[in-house]
Nanobody
Framework: VQLQASGGGLVQAGGSLRLSCAASGLTLDYYTIGWFRQAPGKFREAVACIRPTSGNSYYVDSVKGRFTISRDSARNTVFLQMNNLKPEDTAVYYC?????????????????????????WGKGTQVTVSS
């Protein structure tokens, strides 16, 4: 299984970028897949995830209304459209997949978009937003 992320770059605040994550070795439609980011000195955090079949999606509060995750089945690729970017969005962005489709757990305080639940990771792509 390989996940290849691309689309990062340098953009001014208020600008847009679209990240792509192309998968090989499996069919994305059957698995939870998402985007995660890590800024210098910070923990890796979930940004957005999309579930198989239902297509339900999760977004961290800080990106709601600005970012959209989508999946192109024909291209076996997932996208993250990022609009109205802010300097605090600067980070390395990773795509990752959960081959077990782990459900959310209120008992353990985890969503299905938890980085610890992902078992395949692509290499990151840098997103830098200047003010």
């Amino acid at each position: 299984v390989q996940l290849q992320a691309s689309g990062g770059g340098l953009v001014q605040a208020g600008g847009s970028l679209r990240l792509s994550c192309a998968a090989s070795g499996l069919t994305l439609d059957y698995y939870t897949i998402g985007w995660f980011r890590q800024a210098p000195g910070k923990f890796r955090e979930a940004v957005a995830c999309i579930r198989p079949t239902s297509g339900n999606s999760y977004y961290v509060d800080s990106v709601k209304g600005r970012f959209t995750i989508s999946r192109d089945s024909a291209r076996n690729t997932v996208f993250l459209q990022m609009n109205n970017l802010k300097p605090e969005d600067t980070a390395v962005y990773y795509c990752a997949l959960d081959s077990r489709n782990t459900p959310s757990s209120s008992f353990y305080g985890r969503t299905y978009c938890d980085p610890d639940g992902m078992d395949y990771w692509g290499k990151g792509t840098q997103v830098t937003v200047s003010s």
